[in-house]
């Protein structure tokens, strides 16, 4: 298998832009996470997807974030109107169900800067 | 709601040594714990997880860790600190399968630091 795979795997922009990233998720996987970590602390969960359907949101996906999948593949996820608090890694994780455990295998995440 | 509490955000140990990591969850029935490893400047890797089988779990790279209920404890320890694990290491709890929900919550981390 290959792995997950993020892009842009950095990005930097000016407060108020809105911003997207890619996640392609191990082939056959389908379901799809996006976390959020900033520095010095463990991942945070946003979003959760099975197939194309949008399952589990964080209180930490305010409205300025947005998650798709819309052919149960790769994910997007938007921020519009970054703030410099956005500034974090942002990583997904892609899993499937194999007997009784569902284990979460990580991309290389996509570092956000907002100047 | 399930937490994870990692005890010591830095370790120092000298190469050849015991490494033991700490990691104490919190959840009202036992839960699915995780041990994932973070190099600098990528995703996090899976050294290994607890999934009610064996408490003893034997993990990539030569890690194990030890479910304890009655300590509500999951410890990695690796015999002999090698240069290379130098790195974050991560603590992570999951609901179980029937609860429905799939969040990871991680611990703060622990920095393992390998002097030779």
């Known amino acids: 298998d290959t792995g997950v795979s993020q892009n842009p795997r950095h990005k930097i922009t000016k407060r108020g832009q809105n911003v997207t990233f890619r996640c392609d998720p191990i082939?056959?996987?389908?379901?799809l996470y996006w976390y959020r970590q900033t520095l010095g602390q463990g991942p945070e969960f946003l979003t959760y997807?099975?197939?194309?359907?949008?399952?589990?949101k964080s209180r930490l996906l305010s409205d300025r974030f947005s998650a798709e999948r819309p052919k149960g593949s790769f994910s997007t996820l938007e921020i519009q109107r970054t703030e410099q608090g956005d500034s974090a890694m942002y990583l997904c994780?892609?899993?499937?169900?194999?007997?009784?455990?569902?284990?979460?295998?990580f991309g290389p995440g996509t570092r956000l800067t907002v100047l | 709601a399930q937490s994870v509490t990692q005890l010591g955000s830095h370790v120092s140990v000298s190469e050849g040594a015991l490494v033991l990591l700490r990691c104490n969850y919190s959840?009202?029935?036992?839960?699915?714990l995780f041990w994932y490893v973070q190099y600098p400047n990528q995703g996090l890797q899976l050294l290994l997880k607890?999934?009610?089988?064996?408490?003893l779990v034997k993990g990539i790279n030569g890690f194990e860790a030890e479910f304890k209920k009655s300590e509500t404890s999951f410890h990695l320890t690796k015999p002999s600190a090698h240069m290379s694990d130098a790195a974050e290491y991560f603590c992570a709890v999951s609901p179980r399968m029937d609860t429905g929900r799939r969040a990871l919550t991680f611990g703060s981390g622990t920095r393992l630091q390998v002097q030779p």
């Open positions: 997807f099975q197939n194309e359907a949008q399952l589990e």
């Open positions: 959840s009202s029935v036992p839960p699915y």
């Open positions: 607890y999934t009610s089988a064996a408490t």
């Open positions: 082939s056959e996987h389908n379901r």
């Open positions: 994780a892609s899993s499937k169900l194999a007997g009784s455990t569902d284990t979460q295998y």
